[in-house]
């Protein structure tokens, strides 16, 4: 079975920083758009950041200059590292992988999705 595993969550400090893994198996994913959420009680899920097989990517406003996503496909994993954290980065956050197109996919598109790891970041 298809399986995304999100790693890398944890607490630190305001300014600090984090790396995200999300690993991938049951399939390969070299062709997929693969994708960061993140989501708060309360809130909707939003994008992060998004990355296509041919390594375009899109950032939240709200994240440009922290946050870089890349991808290692022959070890069919995407990363998240997070620089100069932020209180408000605090969330749930989520890998997601949406089949090939030739548009970045809207939310409800995304086909694949990891269980979450938590990120708290303290002030």
């Known amino acids: 079975q298809v399986h995304l595993v999100e790693s890398g969550g944890g607490l630190v400090q305001a300014g600090g920083s984090l790396r995200l893994s999300c690993a991938a198996s049951?399939?390969?994913?070299?062709?997929?758009?693969m994708a960061w959420f993140r989501q708060t009680p309360g809130k909707q899920r939003e994008l992060v950041a998004a990355?296509?097989?041919?390594?375009?990517?899109v950032y939240a406003d709200s994240v440009k200059g922290r946050f870089t996503i890349s991808r290692d496909n022959a070890k069919n994993t995407v990363f998240l590292q997070m620089n100069s954290l932020k209180p408000e980065d605090t969330a749930v956050y989520y890998c997601?992988?949406?089949?090939?197109?030739?548009?970045?996919?809207?939310?409800?598109?995304?086909?694949?999705w990891g269980q979450g790891t938590q990120v708290t970041i303290s002030s």
């Open positions: 997601a992988a949406s089949p090939p197109g030739n548009r970045f996919p809207r939310l409800y598109e995304y086909e694949y």
């Open positions: 049951g399939r390969t994913f070299s062709n997929y758009f």
């Open positions: 990355i296509s097989s041919g390594g375009i990517i």
